[in-house]
């Protein structure tokens, strides 16, 4: 603990992301926790693309947002690869996110990590906002 007293000493200006498969913690939810204990001020930087990647039927991804929705300072937004690389997203990726979009709050910045090349920006922005849209909520609204 003594080695994290620096850290802990940024409090809420130190962000935890949760991590792709390539690491050994910050995967799930029970290891997030163990760090969130150790720095409890800490924000929660959701890179959505590593949910995806570690659990593609998102249900840890929900769990994350659920249990630290709170601390969501920001999301990072891309389809992450086999190679674990941040790619544009994917029909199939878009879908997925749709699953946790109403766990996003409309004020919390979104990233968009994929590497896109000046003409595609607009496209993926607009993949982006399809992403973050929930269907339940369309269904609420069209009500």
Same mark, same amino acid.
């Given at each position: 603990?003594?080695?994290?007293?620096? =850290?802990?000493?940024?409090?809420?200006?130190i =962000?935890?992301?949760?991590?792709?498969?390539?690491?050994s913690? +910050?995967?799930?939810?029970?290891?997030?926790?163990?760090?969130?204990?150790?720095?409890?001020?800490? +924000?929660?930087?959701?890179?959505? +693309?590593?949910?995806?990647?570690?659990?593609? #039927?998102?249900?840890?991804?929900?769990?994350?947002?659920?249990?630290?929705?709170?601390?969501?300072r920001?999301?990072?937004?891309?389809?992450?690869?086999?190679?674990?690389?941040?790619?544009?997203?994917?029909?199939?990726?878009? =879908?997925?996110?749709?699953?946790?979009?109403?766990?996003?709050?409309?004020?919390?910045?979104?990233?968009?990590?994929?590497?896109?090349?000046? #003409?595609?920006?607009?496209?993926?922005?607009?993949?982006?906002?399809?992403?973050?849209?929930?269907?339940?909520a369309?269904?609420?609204?069209?009500?």
């Amino acid at each position: 603990a003594d080695d994290l007293a620096a =850290w802990r000493s940024l409090g809420t200006r130190i =962000w935890i992301e949760n991590m792709d498969k390539r690491k050994s913690t +910050g995967r799930f939810v029970i290891e997030l926790a163990q760090i969130f204990q150790l720095l409890p001020e800490a +924000g929660f930087c959701f890179d959505i +693309g590593h949910a995806k990647q570690v659990d593609p #039927s998102m249900v840890e991804a929900r769990r994350m947002l659920e249990a630290f929705g709170e601390r969501l300072r920001q999301v990072h937004l891309s389809e992450v690869n086999s190679s674990s690389r941040h790619d544009r997203l994917s029909r199939l990726a878009i =879908w997925s996110f749709q699953e946790v979009a109403d766990c996003i709050p409309d004020p919390v910045p979104i990233i968009i990590e994929a590497p896109v090349q000046e #003409s595609e920006i607009e496209a993926e922005i607009c993949k982006a906002r399809e992403a973050l849209r929930s269907p339940a909520a369309d269904v609420y609204r069209s009500a």
